[in-house]
């Protein structure tokens, strides 16, 4: 049934290949981050039989419904309330505070496990990760005492809310920091985790700084570019996924509405190019399964606009194109997350 969204195990599994060859080396460890595609087990499987070193998701029942014998990293700050489920089913989290910490060694002895912990450092992007370096210091000796606690290695997050670019300069604050923490425990860290996709461009160019050993990869792998400055990495395949939706109306209209214009269906006044008669195709995907500008048509087609439940568009240049007809699509991240999270869309591996 349509919508479908088609999945590409084998094109996955070149660029999952492709980035770890990047990655090992240069002597980073990958985090697999299975976020994007709701931790679908025909994916996982791919990284099952991989040289992936990590499973990584932000939301702890993509953790527990997900099969691996890898070990499982949850990377949104843990809940509260998710930490008693957390320290059965996942092996490392990233955190940043203290009375969470507190809470997972408080539910570590309740069910006599042990947990792993990346502590995060804010090197400047503000999201998560500690700001200050005195903070952060107490809370290492904080965890040092702790019985079922163990400090894994730090890490950091950027280009992800303030859009920071890593640099060797930012990261080398990341090394500094591993290594006042080693001189306060008086052991190594095992992990040092220098970010996501956007790390990407400097293992390319092999600029990263020694002293990072990790890297957690999702968008690279799904769409094939780094995400520092949104580059195609070569090699890769940029439609692992791809929408296919179904054409349920062509017919010639005009391009402009016909009488008084009010507010859309979403209460948005919309504007319209008066560009004569056109072949409009209504196809059967809206904006309750993804927004329509995160779609790029592979047929030759522009897209109008959306409803609800309905795509339209301009499809003047198609010679041939009828009812029952199918359109395609390459996706944006956004595009690949909704529409892997609606139920309404049908999920077909090839
Ligand atoms: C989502 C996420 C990643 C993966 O980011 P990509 O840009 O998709 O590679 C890495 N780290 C954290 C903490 C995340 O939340």
């Known amino acids: 049934m349509y919508p479908k969204i088609v999945i590409n195990q084998k094109k996955y599994q070149e660029n999952v290949n492709i980035l770890l060859d990047l990655s090992h080396s240069n002597h980073q460890s990958v985090m697999a981050v299975t976020k994007v595609f709701c931790a679908a087990q025909p994916l996982v499987d791919v990284l099952n039989e991989s040289a992936v070193d990590y499973i990584a998701d932000s939301r702890l029942s993509n953790l527990m419904k997900l099969d691996t014998h890898k070990d ?46 990346i502590l995060m450092v804010d090197l400047g992007d503000l999201r998560e990760g500690v700001f200050d370096d005195l903070d952060l210091f107490d809370m290492v000796a904080k965890i040092e005492k702790m019985t079922h606690v163990h400090l894994e290695g730090i890490g950091t997050n950027l280009t992800c809310y303030g859009g920071v670019i890593p640099t060797p300069q930012t990261l080398l604050k990341l090394v500094d920091i591993k290594e006042m923490i080693e001189h306060i425990i008086k052991r190594p860290l095992n992990i ?125 240049l198609l010679d041939k194109v009828a009812v029952g007809d199918v359109l395609h699509f390459k996706l944006t991240y956004g595009s690949v997350l909704s529409l892997m999270t609606s139920p309404y869309v049908e999920k077909d591996y090839v």
């Open 72 to 117: 499982k990293v949850l990377l949104r700050l843990p809940q509260l309330d998710e930490v008693q489920l957390m320290v059965e089913h996942v092996d490392i989290s990233l955190n940043s505070e203290l009375k969470t910490i507190e809470a997972i060694e408080t539910a570590c002895a309740v069910h006599d496990t042990n947990h792993k912990v």
């Open 192 to 316: 040092i985790s220098g970010g996501n996709s956007s790390n990407v461009d400097l293992l390319q160019k092999g600029l990263m700084p020694q002293g990072i050993n990790n890297i957690r990869l999702g968008e690279a792998m799904v769409l094939g570019r780094e995400t520092a400055y949104g580059k195609h990495i070569k090699g890769m395949h940029d439609d692992v996924f791809t929408l296919e939706a179904q054409v349920i109306e062509c017919k010639i209209k005009p391009s402009v509405p016909i009488g008084e214009l009010g507010m859309n269906a979403f209460g948005e006044k919309v504007s319209f190019k008066d560009l004569g008669d056109m072949k409009r195709v209504i196809l059967a995907v809206g904006k309750q399964d993804v927004s329509h500008l995160d779609l790029r048509p592979i047929e030759e087609v522009t897209i109008l606009g959306s409803s609800s439940d309905h795509l339209i568009v301009d499809a003047s």
